[in-house]
């Protein structure tokens, strides 16, 4: 498709369940970045995938989230157990990053979803 | 990763010319500034993106100084639909390693008619 799709749009579970968001990466693009928007718009980085390799997992609080980018499914974040903290908007944004774009001028831009807002009651 | 600084709301008029900066004092070699523009309950959007000098399209400009500290995104003309939070983004791309885009807090700016 032509934009990133992310399911479902709002998400609630009790403390202690587990929760799991799906996106949908544009068509082509080989770059998946999860993002998580807390209050006064901060937003704090998770994990990164080129296709289904984990590209960058620094951001990923480890003990309860994970994610994973199969071929030919949505890519998903897992929390397992969630916490009231976990109260979030979580961003899914997918990327087609080719070198040779890059010496050609064009820009390198994420392509975000629509979010899912995830609250945990 | 380079800490981007701006402020955090901004006031203008329907047909002013909007100017935010965004500091980004310890900006790498490789880093490039993108902007990206955020509507309630939506997905940032891109705006523009620059690695030095001035970079123009058909909805803003980029200007970025020699020494890349800093950058300011110009905003000709504003209307009330530009009411939003820009971000100032500074990352590099992933074949130096990472694509780790850092957003900041933002810049919530509010137009009015």
């Known amino acids: 498709g032509e934009e990133v799709a992310q399911t479902p749009k709002h998400l609630v579970r009790g403390e202690g369940q587990k929760a799991k968001l799906y996106c949908a990466p544009i068509?082509?693009?080989?770059?998946v970045f999860w993002y998580q928007q807390v209050l006064k718009n901060e937003f704090k980085f998770l994990i990164s995938f080129q296709n289904e390799n984990v590209f960058d997992e620094t951001g990923m609080p480890k003990e309860r989230f994970s994610a994973k980018c199969l071929p030919n499914s949505p890519c998903s974040l897992e929390i397992q157990a969630t916490k009231l903290e976990d109260s979030a908007v979580y961003f899914c944004a997918s990327s087609q990053f080719r070198l040779r774009d890059r010496f050609r001028g064009l820009n390198t831009e994420a392509f975000f979803g629509q979010g899912t807002r995830l609250t945990v009651v | 990763l380079a800490k981007t600084t701006q402020p955090i709301s901004m006031d203008s008029y329907e047909g002013q010319e909007v100017n935010i900066t965004c500091s980004h004092n310890?900006?790498?070699?490789?880093?490039?500034i993108t902007w990206y523009q955020q509507f309630p309950s939506q997905g940032p959007r891109f705006i523009i993106q620059?690695?030095?000098t001035k970079v123009t399209n058909e909805v803003a400009s980029l200007f970025i100084p020699a020494d890349r500290k800093s950058s300011t995104l110009s905003l000709p003309r504003v209307s009330l639909s530009d009411t939003a939070v820009y971000y100032c983004?500074?990352?590099?791309?992933?074949?130096?390693?990472?694509?780790?885009?850092?957003f900041g807090a933002g810049t919530r700016l509010f137009v009015k008619a």
């Open positions: 310890n900006i790498a070699t490789n880093d490039y």
């Open positions: 983004l500074v990352g590099g791309l992933p074949f130096t390693g990472g694509f780790k885009t850092i």
């Open positions: 068509k082509g693009h080989s770059y």
């Open positions: 620059g690695y030095k």
